[in-house]
């Protein structure tokens, strides 16, 4: 029997008087007027002393680089003035030396892939006020050495170091080749699921560098058109897909004194991943993570600078019957011999301390929930601060504690989720609060006082809902037919009738510990689902088995059957659905984008009995289709796992598509290739199926221009006017 109970209620208290005559929400508010625009507080640099930040400041062609105290927000001094330089053109960004006597700015700068760019750059030393560019045009990943001496950087697929003394360039690799070998960067599969881009690290001296190095002639190559001219051009590059040969990647070591690189002993003839380079707390020894090709056995490996390239120690290993995700929760302890890091082989994700001298460990934090990130270490305190679940898991919220597992303090009691960020030296952090219907509010926190300072408070945003006529939002649990309780929030119209019957619109991600079911603001589609609650359709979303912030066992469920158990979840949370008095069962439709749009797929495809209508924007339709490090991490090979990959790709089960289907894809699309939706297009004219598609020529994965979001959130509105 199916159960629900109600966690709590908003009720949205910033409405005000509700006798007055409040506005309807309309698409022109939402996608064009910038009505509902949010506002982000200013963008800013904690300074060294961790006492103050810095801020660009421009005025017309002229800039200033100022000083302000973080305790009071008032101007300490002028750092630097670009009025004292030939060329004053204002940089697109900015950052410090680790001294903070030298700047390296940048210009001109183009995004590549969702994390790497490339720019011209500049090097500004502050007390000679004199600026060097750096050669070649532009440039990745420039960073100044911890001595000030050297800039590392790629540019052309190799690795350079610019001596800002001698004004000369060494080129680190020659071998750099587009489509065949990377150094210094990372291919296009581990940035976009290792959540990485540059490929080299200096050591805390600035003696070595360490770098990637990326040989990916062997991996097979993809490519898409891009329209708009008389012959319209192809863009190639290498994307492994699942089950295909992966780049072959070297970790190196280069001598800044003898200008030579040593090649650490990796194991790079075996088919696994090095998703994390770091320099340990002994600048003689790097850390390197090694992972095996299914992702089920996790090495920390130490390489010494002298012997590299004959011998690695594996300090620490972990071992899952499922997977173990790469994170960037590793510290290390400054005059000691210990390592801070999670893990979740105890059921949940939980802090620890291990010495790697001693080879001993301590579990720092316990409990039936998982710690979301480390977001800070204080080892003159021995604290750590990091984000956790514990509270709920709709909710991130931060704490402390201290390295002995002592002393755990919640430091944002207060409702709704917090997404913190620490500045340098860790005695202050910004807070960036919010909750499901009210927008963003930044604070900036001193860590271990009440002392706070809101940095922007989005008070005009929250007086413009104020005008308007918006729905009850309720969060709360169900429990399943197959005994699984999920949470789900609820958007219901703003003059709701429980006698009357609705429509229901189900909004689905489901993807593998990422939750839509999250007491934070939603931006663009939360005004969109309130729009739809405004015309009289009842909005819901429901976090399905798989998703995160529940544990292990909660999350790694889906293994070896993506798609499977999160299908069931969310036809019985339908089902659910259909049975409150208040829903029309004949009128339940799902959306989604990306694995969103993959579950919606799978709905209307397999639980077509369900749901009426589906909207699939960037669908994967084939697990064979997207790439091997996502896909193999929950499914492992299709060689090895046929099953797991053809019993839930949607594309198998066009036939049972019976209601209103709606597919979008951008033709530009690098991560989730338009291949998905041709071919689930091709199968389902195959297969006699009605359907309804919309393309987007040129646009990526998020389809993110202002023209295109319009013209899709329109066409999606019409879909669900006209078919639900």
Request: charged share 20%.
């Amino acid at each position: 029997m199916l159960k629900i109970g109600v966690l709590f209620t908003t009720a949205l208290a910033f409405i005000g008087n509700v006798s007055a005559q409040l506005k309807s929400f309309n698409l022109d508010d939402i996608f064009k007027k910038n009505t509902f625009a949010m506002k982000f507080a200013p963008g800013f640099n904690v300074m060294a002393d961790g006492k103050s930040y810095s801020v660009q400041e421009a005025n017309g062609a002229s800039w200033k680089l100022n000083r302000y105290s973080l305790e009071t927000g008032t101007l300490v001094e002028t750092l630097f003035s670009g009025e004292s330089l030939t060329d004053i053109t204002p940089p697109e960004s900015y950052e410090f030396s680790s001294d903070e006597t030298h700047l390296l700015v940048t210009r001109n700068t183009e995004r590549i892939y969702r994390h790497s760019t490339k720019a011209n750059a500049f090097v500004i030393d502050i007390a000679k006020k004199e600026m060097v560019e750096i050669p070649g045009g532009q440039v990745m990943y420039p960073t100044i050495s911890p001595d000030n001496k050297n800039v590392a950087y790629v540019r052309d697929n190799n690795l350079f170091i610019f001596n800002l003394v001698s004004k000369k360039e060494t080129a680190v690799t020659n071998d750099g080749k587009i489509n065949e070998i990377i150094n210094g960067g990372v291919d296009w599969v581990y940035e976009e699921e290792f959540s990485m881009s540059q490929g080299f690290e200096w050591n805390t001296n600035g003696k070595f560098l360490a770098y990637y190095k990326f040989d990916e002639s062997k991996v097979k190559q993809f490519s898409m058109d891009m329209w708009g001219s008389l012959y319209p051009e192809q863009e190639v590059w290498k994307y492994p897909k699942a089950g295909e040969d992966n780049s072959k990647v070297d970790v190196f070591i280069f001598n800044t004194e003898s200008n030579n690189s040593v090649q650490c002993k990796t194991g790079s003839e075996n088919d696994q991943y090095l998703p994390r380079i770091k320099w340990t707390q002994d600048a003689n020894i790097l850390s390197v993570q090694r992972l095996n090709r299914k992702q089920n056995h996790w090495e920390l490996l130490f390489f010494e600078t002298t012997t590299a390239a004959e011998k690695s120690t594996v300090v620490r290993d972990e071992t899952s019957n499922t997977y173990i995700d790469i994170n960037d929760n590793l510290y290390f302890i400054k005059g000691t011999t210990q390592i801070l890091y999670t893990s979740e082989k105890n059921g949940y994700n939980h802090l620890y301390c291990f010495d790697y001298k001693k080879g001993k460990e301590q579990q720092i934090t316990n409990g039936n929930w998982d710690v979301v990130a480390m977001a800070a270490v204080n080892e003159l305190l021995e604290t750590i601060y990091y984000t956790s679940s514990e509270i709920s898991p709709i909710e991130d919220h931060l704490y402390s504690i201290k390295f002995n597992g002592k002393n755990k303090t919640l430091l944002t009691p207060e409702p709704g989720n917090h997404n913190i960020s620490f500045g340098g030296g860790n005695l202050y952090y910004t807070d960036m609060s919010s909750s499901f219907a009210s927008p963003y509010v930044f604070t900036l926190k001193k860590a271990g006082s009440d002392s706070s300072r809101v940095l922007e408070n989005n008070q005009a945003l929250i007086d413009k809902f104020k005008e308007y006529d918006l729905g009850k939002t309720e969060f709360g649990k169900l429990t399943t037919a197959s005994n699984n309780e999920l949470n789900y929030w609820m958007i219901k119209p703003p003059n709701f009738d429980p006698q009357k019957k609705y429509p229901v619109f189900m909004h689905v991600y489901g993807g593998p510990g990422h939750n839509t079911v999250r007491n934070s603001y939603g931006g663009r589609n939360f005004l969109w689902h309130q729009y739809l609650a405004s015309i009289g359709y009842i909005v819901i979303s429901v976090d399905n088995r798989g998703t995160g912030n529940r544990g292990k066992e909660f999350k790694h469920s889906t293994y070896l059957q993506l798609g499977k158990l999160e299908l069931q979840d969310q036809t019985e949370a339908a089902k659910w659905i259909g049975k409150q008095p208040w829903a029309d069962a004949s009128r339940i439709g799902i959306w989604g984008w990306s694995f969103g749009g993959y579950m919606s797929s799978l709905c209307i495809s397999k639980s077509a009995d369900v749901f009426k209508t589906a909207i699939a924007v960037a669908p994967v339709t084939n697990w064979r289709f997207y790439d091997n490090i996502y896909t193999e991490r929950f499914l492992q090979k299709p060689q090895d796992n046929a099953t797991g990959y053809d019993e839930n790709s949607p594309i198998n089960f066009v036939n049972g598509i019976k209601g209103n289907y709606l597919i979008v894809h951008g033709t530009g699309d690098d991560n989730v290739h338009f291949q998905n939706s041709v071919e689930m297009v091709n199968a389902m004219i195959k297969a006699g199926v009605n359907f309804d598609s919309e393309f987007y020529p040129n646009r990526n994965h998020g389809i993110g221009d202002r023209a295109a979001q319009y013209h899709l959130y329109k066409r999606m509105t019409d879909f669900v006017i006209q078919k639900l």
